[in-house]
């Protein structure tokens, strides 16, 4: 890891969140494997610290279920090594706002959380939230070049407030042309700067995803494509098309009532062997490439910013032979800190190649074990 600074996390305490009353867990910068039966809260730690990266869950959970049964609130509190933030602080209250403070300043919103603790999260439960469809794969990308790039996070914002703006507008019996000229010209605007983003990272993204799925695990050929509502590159000259273009969907927009079209709209599509994975893949094979995807986004992540992130791996083995799931963790060796999961502990022997720091999770309790 020449040149690259690895930012980690050194504790997390968690109050009142999930299976978890009042607990704590300390981190080594490298590799950290959480055992436990199942059903004790491995994945909710997991949850937790991707909670404090991006301030959204990846199980697409609500506030009320993250918080604990019969709570009115839940905290989370990470301490951060060798980076300029030494401490994030999220709090959940059911029917509110998520508050937060970074170092002891309170956050204005949760956008200011991303890109602080960098995170790479992989679970299969994010699989069936996201990663199995287009749009899915969109909300992905974006939380992926968000974490490296805040002036993208600002354009999303923006894009989301004109769609709702829009969207009210389609809805209103008043048909009022004039305000959706303006609201469609500035969807238009805003969409092709997000897509000049999206386009200018995907062509690399593409090709590691691919070399990946490819190299480590060796079966089928991999794809990815991206499919745009509006026309052009995202190059500002394509304006009056895509202007046209939203004019001309305006009576489909107005019957479905809301932006049929823009960057909010975008879908990426995975084919393996020219079939869409969605529909013509193995619940393994869909496992096995979304590994190379989140593979590949760490390698993003890393180059973009010199930093490598805090790898989030949730029970890997439970659809990956045993080759498989060690080649996964050999390429994750040298990338920082590695914070696994697992259930059986015969898989141990698959990932301890190295030294590990070892941490096991029953009846809400989070503690080190010794001599394993």
Sequence with gaps: MHGIQAVYLTSVQLRDFRSYRS?????????????????????????????????????????????????PSGTITGTIGDGPVRQIVLTITPGERKRGTIDGAALNGLA????????????????????????????MIDVMISQVDRRYLTELRRCKTIVAQLNAVYRDPANDDALCDV???????VSLRINRRREAFFRDFCGAVEGHFSRLFGIGNLVLE????????????????????LRESRPSARRAGFAVR???????????????????????QVKIAYLAWKLAEGDFIQRETTRSPVWLIDDPFSELDAKRAAALLASTEQRGQVIL??????????????????????????EGVHGV
């Design 183 to 189: 609201l469609e010209h500035q969807l238009a605007e």
């Design 112 to 139: 200011e959380l991303v890109g602080v603790l960098r995170t790479v999260a992989v679970s299969s439960d994010e699989i069936e939230q996201q990663f199995r469809s287009q749009t899915g794969r969109r909300r």
């Design 226 to 245: 991206s499919r745009t509502t509006l026309p052009g590159d995202g190059d500002m000259s394509d304006l009056d098309r895509a202007v046209d273009v």
């Design 23 to 71: 607990a704590s867990a300390v981190f080594a910068p490298a590799l950290n494997i959480v055992s436990g039966e199942n059903g004790q809260g491995k994945t909710n730690l997991l949850e937790a610290i991707r909670l404090i990266s991006v301030g959204r869950s990846f199980r697409g959970a609500t506030d009320g279920e993250m918080v604990s049964w019969g709570q």
């Design 262 to 284: 823009g960057a909010h709209r975008d879908r990426y599509r995975v084919l393996l062997d020219g079939k869409d994975i969605e529909s013509h893949a193995s619940k393994g």
């Design 341 to 366: 999961t697992n259930a059986r502990t015969d898989d141990v022997a698959v990932v301890k190649n190295g030294p590990a720091h070892h941490l096991r999770v029953h009846d809400g309790i989070v």
